[in-house]
Structure formats: C-alpha cells, structure tokens
C-alpha cells in the first residue's frame, strides 16, 4: 500500500518545515538547522525516486551521498562563520548580522 | 480507497517512523530552547535513517547515522554550547516582526499546497522492478567507475571546506 507517493509526502513535509524555520526562526543556529532539514527531506525523495522507479541501478542513492557529503561541508563553514560572527557582534541573532549594511 | 486487509507491516513501520521524524522536525523548529532543538535534530536524523533502512538503502542509512547523527549533531551541539549567552528558555524563539512570521507561515503553507497537490494529481504507474542485491558494490563501482571526477571533486571540496572552517574560525590576525 505505501509506495512512491507517500515517501514523497514525506519529503515534502519535512521539507516544509525546514522551510518554515528558515523563514521565522531568530537564532542563526536553527536556520541552518532548519536547512538540514531541508537536505535531509530531498534526500529521501532521492533515495525514495531510487527504490521504486529505477531498483536495477544506485543513482539516487549516489546523488543522496553527494548530497550528504556537500551538507557536512555547509554546516562546517556555516557554524565557523557563526563563531566568527559571535566574536565581533557577541550575538547569534540574525537581525545583528549586519556587518555588510551601511 | 482505504483498505485495512491491504496493510501490510512495512506499512505500519513506515506510518511510526515517519510519525516519529515528523515530531521531531517539528521539534526542531518550534522548541524555545536550542539545545531541545538540537537533541530534536538528531532524532530526525535517526528517523531519515530508519527511513533509507525501510527503503534497502542500508550504506546510505549506515552513512545517514555516522555524519548527521554522529558528526555533525555533535558539532552543532558544539557550538550551541559555546554561542549560548542568554538564557537557555530563549535561545531560539521565532522573529518579533509578526509581518515575517506571517509570510513565513503564508510562503511554506502555499509550498506545501502545491507540493501535495502535485503529488496527488500525478498518475502514478506501479513498477515492479527486482532490487539489486549487492547494493553497496554497484555504489562502490559507480563512484569509483562513471562517477570518478564528481568523487575526487566531492573530496577536494571536503578538504577545501574544512581548511577554510579552521581558518574561518580562528580568525586572521592583521600585521
């Protein structure tokens, strides 16, 4: 009974909400949160798209890994920046992220 | 269209653990203390594992575990304790300008529609493909096969990503 489209829903949900959270959240923090939930919710279409459509090959599957692979990287140099950022504004609230405003 | 002889157990795993990620999303976005949002975050990745599992992805779910769940939970755990300097019942509240909240809420309410009424239009045909048995060698030959360059370009990337990380965070000291 459970088959493409409900994994699909899934994605799309949880997609949702990462993009509910990078739009109202205050806290930098929980953007990128909110943006790994977004990652994570394209991977299970990915890996969804994979199983029931193409079962004879892993091209989803690889893509998934790329993307896994490129998120690791974001939330490396996303948090660094954050710290950066700390430093100077002694805040994580994105409202005092201005530094590039005159 | 709902027919009970038709659900299978497959089918109830999937309804609990999509519950379950579901909850936590949730969690993660609308928990006032980070950290309970961060501890929310991992069990969503633990769900999305569970998920690869269900759907015989097992390397991507071992994955799925070792750098969500391992790695990077634990870095952003990191510096949420090092960031916090308020206290810890207000560290991720939801913007004060109510004109974004509401657009927020407007623009992912508006995505949602279409996204599930694309779903639902779609005529979806049943395939009924065997799966591969040996997953994890077809990978292992793809990556290191067809899809060699985007491998090395995807390493080359991690190391770039992490030197700049480091350099990022300390900081650079002007003379």
Same mark, same amino acid.
């Given at each position: 009974?459970?088959?493409?489209?409900?994994?699909?829903?899934?994605?799309?949900?949880?997609?949702?909400?990462?993009?509910?959270?990078?739009?109202?959240?205050?806290?930098?923090?929980?953007?990128?949160?909110?943006?790994?939930?977004?990652?994570?919710?394209?991977?299970?279409?990915?890996?969804?798209?994979?199983?029931?459509?193409?079962?004879?090959?892993?091209?989803?599957?690889?893509?998934?890994?790329?993307? @896994?692979?490129?998120?690791?990287?974001? @939330?490396?140099?996303?948090?660094?920046?954050?710290?950066?950022?700390?430093?100077?504004?002694?805040?994580?609230?994105?409202?005092?992220?201005?530094?590039?405003?005159? | 269209? *709902?027919?009970?002889?038709? *659900?299978?157990?497959?089918?109830?795993?999937?309804?609990?653990?999509?519950?379950?990620?579901?909850?936590?999303?949730?969690?993660? =976005?609308?928990?006032?203390?980070?950290?309970?949002?961060?501890?929310?975050?991992?069990?969503?990745?633990?769900?999305?594992?569970?998920?690869?599992?269900?759907?015989?992805? !097992?390397?991507?779910? =071992?994955?799925?575990?070792?750098?969500?769940?391992?790695?990077?939970?634990?870095?952003?755990?990191?510096? =949420?304790?090092?960031?916090?300097?308020?206290?810890?019942?207000?560290?991720?509240?939801?913007?004060?300008?109510?004109?974004?909240?509401?657009? !927020?809420?407007?623009?992912?309410?508006?995505?949602?529609?279409?996204?599930?009424?694309?779903?639902?239009?779609?005529?979806?045909?049943?395939?009924?493909?065997?799966?591969?048995?040996?997953? =994890?060698?077809?990978?292992?030959?793809?990556?290191?096969?067809?899809?060699?360059?985007?491998?090395?370009?995807?390493?080359?990337?991690?190391?770039?990503?992490?030197? !700049?990380?480091?350099?990022?965070?300390?900081?650079?000291?002007?003379?």
């Amino acid at each position: 009974m459970i088959g493409l489209p409900h994994y699909l829903l899934l994605g799309s949900f949880l997609f949702c909400i990462g993009v509910f959270g990078v739009l109202t959240r205050r806290n930098a923090i929980a953007v990128l949160m909110s943006i790994e939930l977004m990652l994570n919710a394209v991977n299970i279409n990915l890996v969804a798209a994979n199983k029931f459509a193409a079962a004879d090959a892993v091209t989803g599957q690889l893509l998934a890994v790329f993307v @896994i692979v490129v998120a690791a990287a974001e @939330i490396a140099v996303g948090l660094a920046l954050i710290i950066s950022i700390f430093r100077q504004r002694k805040s994580v609230e994105l409202n005092d992220f201005n530094l590039l405003k005159w | 269209m *709902f027919n009970i002889s038709a *659900f299978s157990l497959y089918d109830a795993v999937f309804i609990v653990i999509a519950g379950v990620t579901l909850l936590a999303a949730l969690g993660v =976005v609308l928990f006032p203390n980070i950290i309970y949002s961060a501890l929310s975050l991992i069990l969503t990745f633990l769900g999305v594992a569970a998920i690869f599992f269900q759907l015989n992805s !097992g390397f991507l779910g =071992v994955i799925q575990i070792l750098v969500y769940a391992g790695a990077i939970s634990v870095l952003i755990l990191f510096a =949420v304790m090092l960031l916090m300097n308020t206290e810890p019942g207000r560290t991720n509240l939801p913007t004060t300008r109510l004109k974004t909240l509401f657009a !927020g809420g407007g623009i992912t309410a508006m995505l949602l529609t279409a996204l599930i009424a694309a779903i639902g239009f779609t005529k979806w045909t049943e395939f009924d493909l065997p799966g591969v048995d040996n997953s =994890v060698g077809m990978l292992a030959e793809a990556m290191m096969g067809d899809y060699i360059i985007a491998f090395e370009a995807a390493a080359i990337m991690l190391l770039t990503a992490v030197v !700049g990380a480091i350099l990022i965070a300390k900081g650079v000291q002007e003379k």
